[in-house]
């Protein structure tokens, strides 16, 4: 059975992970809003060669300060998007407020003018540092009450006064939402990569939903059951024991700690998912072959603090740097030790985009959109309990008119 499609807008949209994700949850996209000249090459392709999901989008290659949101007005089930997270990223500066490439502003103003149903914003684990926890407030409140605007003559410090007087009053009664937030790890859901990053969900508040953020489906620990326990994995992949680890006091200690921990029974989440297993059906990049993105290249590096990604294990987490991709995390990392660049494709498996959506641009300039990107699947796991949430709500005033 076939979902109602419920309309949405995205911001900052980059690559496509977020927006991929809403749209095999029921979301259908009015309009995607991205400022990156490549990441709109990357967009505009897959649009141009009709890629499934992304073939009927409205693609604006655009700074969202030029975007007005208020013929949206009343029209949407949500806005998403993640504002650009190099002011809050543990890699980056850390300007947070200070740099301009702070976009919650935009994220709120976007919701102030179209007041959408609810929202998903997306950023890094940073946010959540210590020395931005005042900010992070400031954003929260912001989202909460986004009619309640920031003066011209107003400090950031004293809109947020205002902010926190109005919440602890508690009668305000113009637009609000009911804002929850939480840091994910994507492995924990289907992702072969140990990514953490914030969602920031909100529902309208006059919509009455009760939400909660999806349950865990895989954990670590039922990885290690399936190698160090049962040894399932190793079987259920052909994987021969010359190509596996070699068994040593740390695994054994692993296997004790989890049979002690669990007794007779597995955990019941599904094992994380591995590296290995995104990418096991994709021919050696050394040979031609018929998938696009996945070409060999040279000059991968092994020193302390930049070892590659186990293959047995989920990738760490892709990065996009300032300054280029750090290595360390987009190399493939061998049981013998033996190491080699990730190739796009197979970096693009490991942020779970389907194999026929194409990155566009150089190798260092994929792996950055790559590395920017939200992994689809978790997208989709997060915005399909929200599409849930909303469903029967459009039902209830579809039925109604």
Request: with cysteine.
């Amino acid at each position: 059975m076939l979902k109602n499609e419920l309309n949405s807008v995205e911001l900052f949209s980059g690559a496509g992970g977020l927006a991929l994700g809403l749209a095999k949850s029921g979301f259908r996209h009015e309009m995607l809003v991205e400022f990156n000249r490549d990441a709109v090459d990357t967009l505009l392709k897959n649009h141009d060669e009709g890629q499934a999901q992304i073939k009927n989008w409205d693609i604006r290659h655009d700074d969202v300060h030029n975007i007005s949101f208020k013929k949206f007005k009343g029209k949407l089930s949500v806005v998403a998007g993640g504002p650009p997270c190099q002011p809050f990223s543990l890699g980056g500066k850390h300007k947070a407020f200070t740099d301009n490439r702070d976009m919650f502003p935009q994220a709120v103003r976007a919701v102030r003018e179209s007041r959408p149903d609810s929202f998903i914003f997306e950023n890094v684990k940073g946010l959540l540092r210590k020395n931005f926890s005042t900010y992070f407030e400031y954003i929260i409140l912001q989202l909460t009450y986004p009619n309640i605007t920031k003066t011209e003559m107003e400090s950031w410090q004293d809109h947020l006064s205002r902010l926190e007087e109005t919440h602890t009053k508690g009668t305000y009664r113009g637009l609000k939402y009911n804002v929850v937030f939480r840091l994910l790890n994507a492995a924990d859901y289907g992702v072969p990569q140990k990514r953490e990053r914030v969602f920031i969900v909100g529902f309208r508040n006059d919509l009455n939903i009760e939400w909660s953020f999806p349950k865990a489906t895989h954990s670590q620990d039922a990885l290690l059951w399936d190698q160090w326990v049962t040894g399932n994995y190793w079987e259920r992949l052909n994987i021969p024991k010359t190509d596996r680890p070699i068994l040593n006091q740390k695994q054994e200690q692993i296997s004790a700690r989890l049979q002690k921990k669990y007794g007779l029974f597995q955990p019941e989440e599904k094992p994380w998912l591995t590296v290995r297993e995104a990418i096991q059906d994709l021919p050696s990049p050394k040979k031609k072959n018929e998938f696009n993105n996945h070409e060999f290249r040279d000059g991968a590096k092994s020193y302390p603090g930049h070892t590659g990604s186990a293959i047995d294990e989920p990738s760490k987490t892709l990065k996009a740097g300032d300054h280029g991709v750090p290595g360390g995390e987009n190399m493939i990392r061998y049981n013998d030790d033996s190491i080699r660049y990730f190739t796009v494709r197979e970096a693009a498996r490991i942020q779970t985009f389907p194999d026929d959506y194409h990155i566009s641009g150089v190798w260092s300039e994929c792996m950055r959109q790559i590395g920017n990107a939200v992994p689809v699947t978790l997208a989709q796991v997060v915005a399909n309990s929200v599409y849930l949430a909303l469903a029967p709500n459009k039902s209830k005033h579809s039925d109604a008119a």
